[in-house]
């Protein structure tokens, strides 16, 4: 199946500052790439996706963008805020293979105040 | 908005016990998942289904069966359920038909504790 590496594992940054979070991916088939948000105690809810024949979507504060040819696509947040700490995750995928819904370990973002 | 229930919040079960989570959405969707999410593992896909009767085996089937006999509704089975799997299992849909390329929509989870 697909390895996937999330990093960092946790990310603390000041109320206003940029956050960045990257998934490294194995499987240069993949063809979709979205990024979850689950807070504490919350089922995980998708907050942005891209596929693979768009390099970068954006979406408010948050913005995806993707790197075929290096397999990673990472997840940036502009001008944070306490409501964006969360863990994060990417789930990189292969249309028509559930076996490539293979999350990453998430990533803890704390914005402090 | 795709509603994901999942019948219980929590659950205490005790080893060996046979176990039945389930879950049902209102979307129509063809294709369910369970999931289990565990601190630093991340979400491991356990089974999921595109079609009523069809499953396919995820990365730890192991220990679990799931049963869909209609389109709505996805249960995942403990057959005799161990300590090692006390966690949160998540379930998701996704419509089809081509799974993988869509977001997944989940349910609040159960979290289950094997004593």
């Known amino acids: 199946g697909e390895n996937v590496e999330q990093h960092p594992s946790t990310l603390s940054v000041q109320e206003g500052d940029s956050a960045v979070i990257k998934c490294t991916y194995s499987?240069?088939?993949?063809?979709?790439f979205p990024w979850y948000k689950q807070e504490l105690g919350k089922r995980p809810q998708l907050i942005i996706d891209?596929?693979?024949?768009?390099g970068e979507k954006k979406d408010q504060r948050i913005a995806v963008t993707l790197n075929k040819t290096a397999k990673h696509f990472s997840l940036h947040i502009t001008e944070t805020q306490p409501e964006d700490s969360a863990v994060y995750f990417c789930?990189?995928?292969?249309?028509?293979?559930?076996?490539?819904?293979?999350f990453g370990s998430g990533t803890q973002l704390t914005v402090l105040p | 908005d795709v509603k994901v229930t999942q019948s219980s919040r929590y659950l205490v079960k005790r080893t060996g016990e046979k176990v039945f989570l389930e879950c049902v959405q209102d979307?129509?969707?063809?294709?369910m998942f369970w999931y289990r999410q565990d601190p630093g593992l991340g979400l491991r896909l356990i089974y999921f289904?595109?079609?009523?009767?069809?499953?396919e085996k995820g990365d730890i089937p192991e220990g679990y069966s799931v049963s869909r006999e209609k389109k709505e509704r996805f249960s995942l089975i403990l057959e005799s359920a161990s300590t090692n799997q006390t966690s949160m299992y998540l379930c998701?849909?996704?419509?089809?038909?081509?799974?993988?390329?869509?977001?997944?929509?989940f349910g609040n989870g159960t979290r289950l504790t094997v004593t």
């Open positions: 998701a849909s996704s419509p089809g038909p081509t799974w993988a390329n869509s977001p997944l929509h």
């Open positions: 499987d240069s088939a993949s063809n979709y």
């Open positions: 891209i596929r693979s024949n768009v």
């Open positions: 789930a990189p995928a292969l249309s028509g293979s559930a076996r490539q819904l293979t």
């Open positions: 979307m129509d969707h063809e294709n």
């Open positions: 289904s595109y079609d009523v009767k069809m499953k």
